[in-house]
């Protein structure tokens, strides 16, 4: 089935600095991407749409200056959290739809845990 | 978009049958439903999806009653690494999809 990974996995990083977060679609290719945001013991909460090509879509709330989104190819997504802050820390998921016509399933990405120190 | 709600935590023993029901009371005529299964520190994994009635695969069967304000998965036999938070999602199309608080089951031995 088609496969969603996402690069790093976790990554610690001083306060301040940038994290980049790669969104790769394996086997098919991707127009749009969602990214979510995770914290502990909470549900998932969208951030913004990634969207080939096109400057991303974000949800109310989420400066999209500091969560650069750049979908640069049909595999391929990137977030950077620019001067992360120990209130960025968190779950990061990626997620792409399945091409396949009729059908609304969301393939996911691993996830990767972001540390900021 | 169509809110979910869903209890926020069951418990249950291996080998039993867990059935868990979401409500979604402003479901619009073209939404889906569909049910993912999220285990700490993982992406959310596809377990089923329906629009109306019975659906079954593998792992589970999705029930949708006639008018479709709720639905309800169920999970035959479950066993220790069933223990997972499981979320019901309603949406149509290329929408992203909004994701509720979730259940978190527990299965016990």
């Known amino acids: 089935g088609a496969v969603v990974s996402q690069h790093p996995s976790w990554v610690i990083c001083k306060s301040g600095t940038s994290v980049k977060i790669e969104c790769r679609s394996l086997?098919?290719?991707?127009?749009?991407m969602f990214w979510y945001r995770q914290f502990p013991k909470q549900s998932l909460m969208l951030m913004a749409t990634?969207?080939?090509?096109?400057?991303?879509?974000?949800e109310q709330g989420v400066e999209k200056d500091k969560f650069l989104i750049n979908h640069a190819s049909l595999t391929l997504s990137t977030l950077t959290v620019t001067s992360a802050h120990p209130e960025d820390s968190s779950f990061y998921i990626c997620s792409a739809r399945d091409p396949r016509p009729n059908t609304g399933e969301l393939f996911f990405g691993e996830g990767s845990r972001l540390t900021v120190l | 978009l169509a809110k979910t709600t869903q209890p926020i935590s069951m418990d249950s023993y291996e080998g039993q049958e867990v059935n868990i029901t979401c409500s979604h009371n402003n479901i619009a005529t073209n939404d889906y439903i569909t049910w993912y299964q999220q285990f700490p520190s993982q992406g959310p994994r596809f377990i089923i999806q329906?629009?109306?009635t019975k659906v079954t695969n593998e792992v589970a069967s999705l029930f949708i009653p006639a008018d479709r304000k709720s639905s309800t998965l169920s999970l035959p036999r479950v066993s220790l690494s069933d223990t997972a938070v499981y979320y019901c999602l309603v949406a149509t199309g290329r929408r992203a999809l909004t994701f509720g608080s979730g259940t978190r089951l527990q299965v016990q031995p």
């Open positions: 990634s969207n080939e090509g096109s400057k991303a879509t974000y």
């Open positions: 329906g629009y109306k």
């Open positions: 086997d098919f290719q991707a127009t749009t």
